[in-house]
């Protein structure tokens, strides 16, 4: 049973800073792609970033420049470190552990976390 731990969500103002934590209970954490989605009211869920096992990172359009995608392989954790956000970065964010292997996916999803920006 792979379990994560998110955290790092709340309330912000525009203009402020959160850094999200998924922590993963997952054997070969090094060998997966970890990725951010995110899901707002009434719109689909929407790939934010992803982290690749050797570390090449890739951003949406809507967050280059204003967030970072990170990973501690020694702690089985990934990061989303937003700065500059905007009321349109309210979402549900979550974090997904994807790997293959020749006969298998492996795909894992967190439980989410809330991010709200409002003043």
């Known amino acids: 049973q792979v379990q994560f731990v998110e955290s790092g969500g709340g309330l912000v103002q525009p203009g402020g800073s959160l850094r999200l934590s998924c922590a993963a209970s997952?054997?070969?954490?090094?060998?997966?792609?970890m990725r951010w989605y995110r899901q707002a009211p009434g719109k689909q869920r929407e790939l934010v970033a992803d982290?690749?096992?050797?570390?090449?990172?890739n951003y949406a359009e809507f967050v280059k420049g204003r967030f970072t995608i990170s990973r501690d392989n020694a702690n089985n954790t990934v990061y989303l470190q937003m700065i500059s956000l905007k009321p349109e970065d309210t979402a549900v964010y979550y974090c997904?552990?994807?790997?293959?292997?020749?006969?298998?996916?492996?795909?894992?999803w967190g439980q989410g976390t809330q991010v709200t920006v409002s003043s």
């Open positions: 997904n552990a994807r790997r293959w292997t020749s006969v298998k996916e492996y795909d894992y």
């Open positions: 997952l054997n070969l954490f090094n060998l997966y792609t």
């Open positions: 982290i690749r096992s050797g570390g090449r990172t």
